[in-house]
């Protein structure tokens, strides 16, 4: 009778351990679609990060005893890859099932983490300590690297003390695990061997292994320098570039991938002169890196901060690049931000976690810098990008038109067609469109390979030009791309500042997107479209009191009935352009 007793005490105990399983799997799923935002971003998450998790137990229809041991399971094949390692065979080669089916591996998600330590205090430690956690339960695998570059190079005994020293309090912050959601931390050194100032990595094992255990590596930067056969420092961004470089070059794309390098900075994100010396929200580095670097040496900060934000900016582009460029892919994000905003532990507030899961900032680099409502961040987002081509008569010999741009090669029509018909889901009216805007062309923009594009018209009211958004398309495949639209439409302000105008009809669903972009809108009841306008004309005040007869004309005001009865003459006199 007791061991039937117990039994059943086990069997209890079983199924409490599956519930308490089972909760915290569908707690993991309602967290995540609450922080994204579209059902497109809790999409896109789940199917690139499924494989981390084990859900097999929520389904009802399935045994509680499922095999844990099977090789399609994260754990299973970690496993095996340590097993492999420890016994000096090739962890790359492909697994198979009992049946000799081969199995698709389930790779490391990487983010690789500079971190600026000397200011950080114990209780942001703490909530950095939390966002790890959360990252791990996302499906995230960190590795840390502590930046020393602010040691003096004169002594490598008393540096090597003092990194010791460092080591142990971060033992401390992070890896002294009490209980079983603790985080784990190990501490690396003399991974790297240097050749002329090259660090190569020397055993991808001793980092793979504890990231396979579920443990933060946290890596020291100390090398062996084979040209002086003596161990030294290497600066943090020299060690940063070798390590990401090393772990693509390795070719083991199927065991893991680099999903975010993010450092972590007192200075914060890039500061940007639009934005009020707060950060860049967003930068696409194929476009903006040139731009950016110069807008950071014109005086607007100090030279020793200054100094700060160009190293973090280079060192970004040079990573991001070589992964691009070996990988073919734009899917690793770079990420800067302060200790204090990485401690935040709300899933919409720390943009790193927001990151992982929208692949996104926490607010569009699009929304206008002057709206009070827009906020300012001290985080930047930064991707490789894409290429952009701008088109407009300063930069173009010939009459700026349509036809000269098809002539010339510079705009291939078939595809550019193509991508319209695609993003409005309608067939282009071809002949008469572009012989409508052929001679008003003010602005062409091609994002990628025909992945977006803007044509931007001059329209005339009342003897005066305006230009006017005439198409604003995205290919449907990169439709909720994050960061697409908003390179676009930034182009697009900066290309007119002054004064643009738009059109949408009443029931398009990305009204609210261009609502939050402009300065105003307007919609007669009989019309089918709203009216948008923005620009810095409106920066001026506006004469509110159309009645009143004015004996002088104020040039530092506006008069907006004026203009909007021009905005709504041009946008309502449109034909429309699709079938």
């Not at 500079?114 to 960190?142: D, N, V």
């Not at 990988?327 to 532990?345: A, F």
């Not at 003897?463 to 697009?492: M, S, T």
């Amino acid at each position: 009778m007791s061991k039937l007793k117990s039994l059943n005490r086990q069997f209890i105990s079983n199924l409490d351990t599956h519930k308490v399983v089972t909760d915290a799997k569908r707690n993991l799923i309602l967290s995540i679609l609450k922080s994204t935002t579209t059902k497109r971003e809790a999409r896109n998450y789940l199917t690139k990060y499924q494989n981390q998790f084990d859900f097999s137990d929520l389904d009802a229809s399935k045994s509680i005893k499922s095999d844990e041991n099977s090789l399609a399971k994260k754990d299973s094949q970690r496993e095996l890859f340590i097993n492999r390692y420890l016994n000096q065979r090739n962890p790359f080669v492909n697994i198979y099932d009992n049946e000799e089916v081969k199995l698709q591996k389930v790779p490391l998600r990487l983010a690789i983490f500079k971190i600026k330590f000397p200011t950080i205090t114990i209780k942001q430690w703490r909530g950095i300590a939390e966002t790890f956690k959360r990252l791990i339960t996302l499906g995230i695998s960190p590795i840390i690297m502590l930046d020393y570059d602010h040691l003096p190079s004169d002594s490598f005994k008393n540096n090597e003390l003092y990194m010791i020293d460092q080591g142990n309090k971060m033992l401390t912050y992070l890896g002294r695990p009490e209980e079983e959601g603790d985080l784990k931390v190990t501490l690396l050194r003399s991974l790297f061997t240097s050749r002329k100032g090259v660090p190569t990595l020397d055993s991808l094992e001793l980092l793979l292994i504890p990231l396979y255990q579920g443990i933060i590596p946290v890596i020291q930067p100390i090398v062996y320098n084979a040209d002086s056969c003596k161990q030294e420092f290497l600066s943090s961004d020299t060690l940063l570039y070798g390590l990401s470089s090393a772990l693509i070059e390795k070719r083991t794309t199927d065991l893991l991938s680099i999903e975010k390098i993010v450092m972590i900075d007192p200075s914060g994100g890039i500061p940007s002169i639009e934005r009020h010396q707060t950060s860049h929200v967003f930068i696409n580095l194929s476009q903006e890196y040139s731009d950016i670097l110069s807008e950071l040496y014109i005086g607007h900060i100090q030279p020793k901060d200054r100094d700060v934000h160009v190293n973090n900016l280079n060192s970004m582009n040079n990573i991001l690049t070589f992964i691009y460029e070996r990988s073919g892919n734009d899917e690793t994000t770079g990420i800067i931000t302060t200790p204090e905003i990485m401690s935040v532990n709300n899933d919409q507030l720390n943009p790193i976690i927001y990151n992982v899961l929208t692949d996104r900032a926490i607010i569009s680099s699009s929304l206008p810098s002057t709206n009070n409502r827009t906020p300012q961040l001290s985080t930047t987002i930064i991707k490789k990008g894409v290429e952009v081509e701008i088109f407009d008569a300063d930069n173009y010999e010939k009459n700026f038109t349509m036809q000269h741009l098809f002539d010339d090669g510079l705009v291939d029509k078939d595809r550019l067609v193509e991508l319209l018909n695609d993003s409005f889901g309608k067939k282009l009216k071809v002949d008469p469109y572009f012989a409508r805007i052929n001679e008003n062309i003010a602005t062409v923009v091609i994002i990628g390979d025909y992945d977006g594009a803007a044509i931007i018209t001059w329209e005339y009211s009342e003897g005066e030009k305006i230009a006017y958004l005439d198409k604003f398309a995205i290919a449907k495949r990169n439709q909720g791309l994050p960061g697409l639209a908003d390179v676009i439409f930034k182009i697009i302000l900066q290309s007119h500042p002054v004064e643009l105008i738009w059109r949408s009809r009443k029931n398009n669903p990305v009204n609210k997107w261009y609502f939050e972009r402009c300065c105003g809108c307007m919609s007669a009841p009989e019309s089918q479209w709203k009216i948008f306008y923005t620009g810095e004309v409106f920066d001026k005040k506006i004469d509110r009191f159309k009645k009143k007869k004015r004996l002088y004309f104020d040039p530092g005001m506006v008069n907006i009935d004026k203009k909007l009865h021009q905005y709504s003459e041009i946008c309502e006199g449109i034909a429309p352009s699709f079938t």
